[in-house]
């Protein structure tokens, strides 16, 4: 309890303008998350139903970013750990895909409901592993994973309804998946709710910074008793996923990660019959008209492109302001940075968490040090970092033209290119001038723009006075260097099957 005196210099003192609205009268005491993330020392290969270690017992270290210290030991898979996965994927094969599809679907809702029940230690575990904030992970990446199986369970028994006018619905057969690491958990949701719905057997790569809440999930799998086989889970980085890619029994390829990457797979996979979905990079435009209401867009930018520090292939990393109001809009984000808090992801209140590797942390800093050269200006709260791990301060830059490399390239982090645009044909000029084409998104208060917007924008989503809105019924994916193929809906089913 502070003496009288202290209290009545406390009330003396005038707060400056952006602490009256943001600043020091809302410090927050520390609030870290604390259930038990119930993480191993040691991890396995999760083949056949069973745990086991890499054949030549090679292992790597997953680290924790926000403090660099060592979380567990991951076995490194190579080519013989891969094929054994395959085989006992294409033992399953027959028997799972013959179960009817209600059977089928029994052993989706329970996976959905053993993770629901082991949601916050996924949470915290996705948090350690990854970096993204506790909020996050608690509120967006578990209860969506699930929400997928659920999702997905529902659609087990009813494909004839998903594809009306086919007589025979198939499986492809076993399916090998590959997914990255900004969105652990979600990404083995989306691959792997489908491919089970329709009746396939996988073999699933995690990204090797963040293989530990799949691993968990191979205990998930253990305790719904899904049959031996039906999924295995091998862990490595990309030598692991080229062989996975290059193995000649899988039937289809499965790939979410970088453009780069998906390159190659795309030539390891020509000529082998086998399917191919890619879901790959964005740079995404979020059109900001002179008639929308500024503060709910500012809160959407603000989602766009912080939300999991801006590590979203679908981010809204290029704002595309109307001229007459960007000195307002820039003015009001800004001072919206400046709330931001950056820090421990395990805290409840962190808003921004940490790089998920010192590589990504690398390639943000080369690319802002790339706009600051190329003469856009370049905005950043003062924030304090924590001194050890992997972290960015939140990072806007204004006068940015089409030309520059912040522009036009994948950041991939919490940095927003800021563009103008005076006229609706010129704003939609400029969000196509790109070689991706995930997503966009448009804040107007007139509904037949959304319309002519949602129409010409070259994107597989479009938001409209929101932004990263997700659903498991809502397909997603992208044209161009975003890739091909649907996740979600009845699109991302489609994807998984063949009708006759
Ligand atoms: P990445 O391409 O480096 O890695 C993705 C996965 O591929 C990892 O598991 C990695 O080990 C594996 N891999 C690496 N080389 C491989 C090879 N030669 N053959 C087979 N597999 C290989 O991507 P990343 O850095 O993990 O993820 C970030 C990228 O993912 C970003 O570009 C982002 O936009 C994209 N992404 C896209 C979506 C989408 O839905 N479109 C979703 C999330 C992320």
């Given amino acids: 309890m502070p003496s009288a005196p202290a209290r009545s210099a406390r009330r003396r003192r005038t707060p400056t303008a952006p602490e009256l609205i943001f600043g020091n009268l809302w410090e927050f005491d520390p609030s870290p998350e604390t259930a038990d993330p119930k993480l191993k020392a040691q991890y396995d290969l999760f083949i056949d139903g069973q745990f086991v270690p890499a054949r030549r017992g090679a292992r790597f270290t997953s680290i924790n970013p926000a403090n660099e210290k060592a979380l567990a030991e991951v076995a490194l898979a190579d080519e013989s750990d891969v094929a054994d996965a395959y085989a006992a994927a294409a033992r399953a094969f027959p028997r799972w895909s013959r179960l ?50 659920f999702y997905h369970a529902g ?63 191979a205990e998930i799998l253990q305790e719904a008793e899904l049959p031996p086989g039906v999924v295995n889970v091998v862990t490595g980085a990309g030598v692991t996923g080229a062989a996975v890619v290059a193995h000649p029994q899988a039937a289809k390829i499965a790939f979410t990660g970088s453009t780069e990457v998906g390159r190659q797979i795309m030539r390891a996979t020509a000529g082998t019959g086998k399917r191919l979905t890619l879901e790959l990079g964005g740079k995404a435009a979020n059109i900001l008209f ?22 979203v292939c679908c981010a809204g990393s290029r704002l595309l302001v109307q001229e007459s109001v960007v000195d307002e809009v820039v003015a009001r984000l800004t001072l919206r940075l400046r709330s931001l808090r950056v820090g421990d992801p395990l805290d409840k209140n962190t808003d921004v968490g940490a790089i998920n590797s010192g590589e990504q942390l690398a390639r943000i800093k080369r690319l802002v040090a790339v706009g600051v050269r190329e003469g856009a200006t370049l905005y950043q709260p003062p924030c304090a970092l924590p001194p050890k791990g992997f972290y960015f301060p939140p990072t806007l830059f204004t006068g ?101």
Wanted: proline share 6%; net charge neutral; no cysteine.
């Fill in 100 to 149: 009817p599809g209600a059977e089928r679907g029994k052993y989706l809702f329970r996976l959905a409901r053993l993770l629901q029940d082991r949601a916050r230690e996924f949470a915290v575990a996705e948090t350690l592993d990854g970096g993204k904030p506790i909020r996050e992970s608690r509120d967006f990446d578990v209860p969506m994973a699930a929400a997928h199986f």
């Fill in 400 to 500: 940015v033209q089409q030309s520059h490399r912040i522009a036009r390239e994948e950041i991939f982090g919490p940095v927003l290119s800021i563009l103008t645009f005076r006229t609706v044909d010129e704003a939609i000029e400029k969000a196509n001038n790109t070689a991706y084409g995930l997503s966009a998104g448009v804040w107007t208060d007139k509904g037949s723009r959304i319309l002519k917007l949602s129409t010409e924008l070259k994107a597989g989503v479009v938001w409209a006075n929101t932004y990263n809105k997700f659903d498991p019924a809502s397909p997603f994916g992208g044209y161009k260097e975003s890739g091909f193929g649907r996740e979600g809906g009845r699109h991302g089913l489609a994807d998984y099957v063949t009708l006759s």
């Fill in 155 to 217: 659609w087990a028994d009813k494909l004839n309804y998903a594809f009306p006018g086919a007589r025979v619905v198939r499986p492809l057969g076993v399916v090998g998946q590959v997914i990255p690491w900004n969105f652990p958990l979600l990404m083995l949701a989306w691959k792997l709710a489908p491919a089970l719905a329709t009746g396939n057997t996988v073999v699933l790569k995690p990204a090797e910074t963040t293989s530990l809440t799949a691993l968990k999930f």
């Fill in 290 to 311: 002179d008639d929308a209401p500024l503060d709910q867009a500012v809160e959407g930018v603000i989602n766009g492109i912080f939300f999991n520090q801006g590590h």
